[in-house]
């Protein structure tokens, strides 16, 4: 007598087509007969779950299931385990998670390959940073070989199709009743051997290649910024596209300014006479001067704000704010007469 396919994924018989795959997906990891060599007992509770899912994931076999149980599916029902390639083509999650290869199906040609994704880390001035500039960068990458067009075979020979997979890049090895495919150990996923490597390239189909492209580093950008410019990166493989080239921003400090997000900071020596009596200071910004008015009686470290003298939002309107901070200076090189006076000063403060 079979089982009853509802317990044998232990779902009730009303219950949802997701349901039902979720509790097959589960069973299906836990018996696998990979995960449980030499298991015969996992083994068929692995072939019970595939075919009792291989019914109820149908409709119209789960009706006729429901009906008329076992019997109601002669003729209709599960064709044995070279009838599952399907199903398991529907799980191509479970076999990843298994085996990290996917569903195991065989693949129909040879696959294009996107080519690698490049680096390249740009230094930039506190300035440029601010402002944006357009430099020109040199980077080394692999190109579509000249002389044999990306064959990789020597020029007026082509290559073959591999004898081991046969073209298709893959080879399939058999786990007791299941499948499962891999890249070919001949061609390396290929499909094809070259038996005259083009001398330019080694049968590579690519050259190493210097090339010069134009970028544009917007205002605003921050160390650690990076820049994505897509198909500029290595050459693809098999008619595949280029890879990505990714620049990664550093940006060199400073010697006046300090930047806090899109805020700048700086600090002004004043002398103590300004502090005490007030009076302008010229502050430099990134543009050029401005004016600062310094009150009497201003505490040392005390900061004055310079509203949208700052660094521009990288992806919004409007610049941050220049931050000055005053600090005060106290003379070192007094002669008498100075000494003197402040002495008097202090005596009148009672602080003498």
Do not use: W
């Not at 290929?190 to 005259?196: D, L, W, Y």
């Not at 600062?292 to 939002?313: A, C, M, Q, R, Y």
């Not at 901070?325 to 202090?346: C, H, N, S, W, Y």
């Amino acid at each position: 007598m079979k089982n009853d396919y509802y317990s044998t994924l232990c779902v009730d018989r009303n219950a949802a087509s997701e349901e039902i795959k979720a509790a097959y997906r589960k069973m299906a990891l836990q018996y696998h007969p990979d995960r449980n060599p030499g298991n015969k007992e996992a083994e068929e509770k692995f072939k019970e779950a595939a075919e009792s899912y291989e019914v109820l994931s149908d409709p119209r076999k789960r009706e006729l299931y429901d009906r008329y149980g076992h019997d109601g599916l002669r003729g209709n029902g599960p064709q044995g385990f070279s009838g599952f390639e399907d199903i398991f083509s529907s799980f191509g999650d479970i076999f990843e998670d298994v085996f990290g290869l996917g569903s195991g199906r065989r693949r129909s040609g040879t696959a294009a390959r996107q080519g690698s994704d490049l680096r390249y880390d740009l230094k930039i001035s506190f300035m440029d940073a601010a402002f944006g500039i357009s430099p020109e960068i040199e980077i080394e990458r692999f190109e579509k070989c000249g002389e044999c067009e990306g064959s990789g075979a020597e020029p007026g020979t082509q290559p073959t199709v591999c004898p081991t997979c046969r073209g298709v890049g893959q080879v399939t090895r058999s786990n007791g009743f299941f499948s499962i495919s891999s890249a070919c150990p001949q061609c390396h996923g290929a499909g094809r051997i070259i038996e005259n490597p083009c001398r330019t390239c080694s049968g590579t189909g690519k050259t190493n290649a210097r090339k010069s492209i134009q970028i544009k580093i917007p205002p605003g950008v921050e160390t650690g910024s990076r820049l994505r410019l897509s198909g500029e990166g290595e050459e693809g493989g098999f008619g595949g596209p280029r890879g990505d080239l990714y620049v990664f921003i550093h940006i060199e400090p400073h010697e006046f300014f300090e930047r806090d997000g899109n805020d700048i900071v700086c600090r002004i020596s004043i002398p103590m006479t300004r502090a005490v009596l007030g009076g302008n200071i010229e502050v430099p910004t990134l543009e050029g001067t401005e004016r600062i008015k310094i009150p009497g009686s201003t505490p040392h470290g005390k900061i004055f704000k310079l509203k949208g003298k700052g660094i521009p939002h990288l992806r919004e309107f409007g610049r941050g704010d220049q931050l000055v901070q005053v600090m005060i200076e106290i003379p070192t090189d007094l002669g008498k007469k100075e000494k003197k006076l402040l002495r008097e000063f202090a005596e009148l403060r009672g602080e003498l």
